[in-house]
């Protein structure tokens, strides 16, 4: 199961903040107590741990906090953006999606290929979309 959702504006900050607590909250959701969660920004992964109630997006964070804070095993890793390659395309994905969630329960064909290179370790250059 994968989703995207279109936040609208925002920093790439918030948008991984939000993308941490919706994983997370829909991970919980679904029963699962074994939870590792993956997240291309070590600035995430600080901020999680080190940031103060004065920080622009503390409600976000506050509420990574109080998901981790459930009675499950969570563990948040840094993994490069290049060796996950799914994430990256969701988020680019998710800027042309109308405003809500987008729940991707079946891989497309694209999200197929993207799976395997992840599962198996192979680093992909990133990929952006211009306009």
Request: proline letters at 5%.
């Given at each position: 199961?994968?989703f995207s959702r279109n936040l609208g ?123």
């Open positions: 199961m994968a504006g925002g920093t790439v900050t918030r948008a991984e903040l939000a993308g941490v607590v919706y994983g997370l909250h829909t991970a919980w959701r679904l029963g699962y107590r074994k939870v590792v969660a993956q997240v291309d920004s070590m600035v995430i992964i600080q901020l999680i741990k080190e940031a103060r109630n004065c920080h622009p997006h503390f409600t976000l964070i506050n509420q990574v906090r109080g998901l981790l804070g459930r009675d499950w095993e969570v563990d948040p890793q840094h993994v490069f953006r290049e060796g996950n390659v799914v994430a990256d395309y969701l988020a680019s994905l998710g800027h042309g999606l109308p405003p809500d969630d987008h729940i991707i329960e079946l891989p497309c064909s694209r999200l197929s290929h993207l799976l395997y290179f992840d599962t198996i370790g192979v680093q992909t250059p990133r990929m952006v979309t211009i306009n």
